[in-house]
């Protein structure tokens, strides 16, 4: 287990406040992932990055934003724009190549 | 645009009895079927994807594209199968570099 480390498991963010959960990888994957996944919605894909300092909007990107500066990480911020943002986060990566994506263990968001 | 339906939100089936977990897409090409699975208070992991065509802890799926599904199945249940399972896919419109995933269906076995 491990290799993909999500930081902090809880986290709660006040009205109008920006907060960034942290993805943290040791595997030397190229692609990285970020999913929102909600009760009987499944995973959506909110963005993505293949390389380092480039990335996409996924399905649902309204209200979030991402950086790669690193190979290694990748954080994502829940801006103010994000009206529900109470949701099981999910980071996953992926060695370029292989169509296999590994996932951390999630940060769940609540709002006070 | 690509789509995964799982039909079912709930299935649930007594230990040793047959399952069948449904899965049906929706994409132009030739896609890339994935199983995977979130057991309780694990991380989401890969169970079997359609090209290696391995049998995966007795389970196994089979790509029917005439049927644009991809089901998975068990013909015995075990207690330790009882999970949250999600279909997924994988397309030639994002260099096969994203997923698409159903909604999920929870897998409940009892004794």
């Known amino acids: 287990d491990g290799g993909i480390t999500q930081s902090p498991k809880y986290l709660f963010r006040k009205e109008g406040q920006n907060v960034t959960l942290s993805c943290e990888q040791n595997?030397?994957?190229?692609?990285m992932y970020w999913y929102r996944q909600d009760p009987g919605q499944g995973l959506r894909l909110i963005y993505y990055?293949?390389?380092?300092?480039?990335?996409q909007k996924g399905d649902i990107a309204e209200g979030y934003s991402v950086s790669r500066e690193k190979k290694e990480s990748f954080p994502l911020t829940v801006t103010s724009a994000q009206k529900n943002p109470t949701a099981f986060y999910l980071c996953a990566s992926r060695l370029a190549g292989k169509n296999i994506q590994y996932f951390g263990a999630g940060t769940r968001l609540s709002v006070l | 645009a690509q789509r995964v339906t799982q039909p079912e939100k709930l299935l649930s089936v007594f230990k040793g009895a047959p399952v069948e977990l449904k899965c049906n897409y929706s994409y132009s090409g030739s896609p890339e079927l994935f199983w995977y699975v979130q057991y309780s208070r694990q991380r989401l992991q890969l169970l079997l994807r359609h090209i290696s065509r391995e049998s995966i802890k007795g389970f196994t799926a089979d790509l029917n594209k005439g049927e644009t599904s991809f089901h998975l199945k068990k013909p015995f249940a075990q207690e330790e199968d009882s999970a949250m399972y999600y279909c997924?896919?994988?397309?030639?419109?994002?260099?096969?570099?994203?997923?698409?995933f159903g909604k999920g269906t929870m897998l409940l076995v009892s004794p």
């Open positions: 595997l030397n994957h190229d692609a």
């Open positions: 990055s293949q390389i380092v300092n480039d990335f």
């Open positions: 997924a896919l994988s397309g030639r419109g994002s260099g096969y570099s994203t997923l698409t």
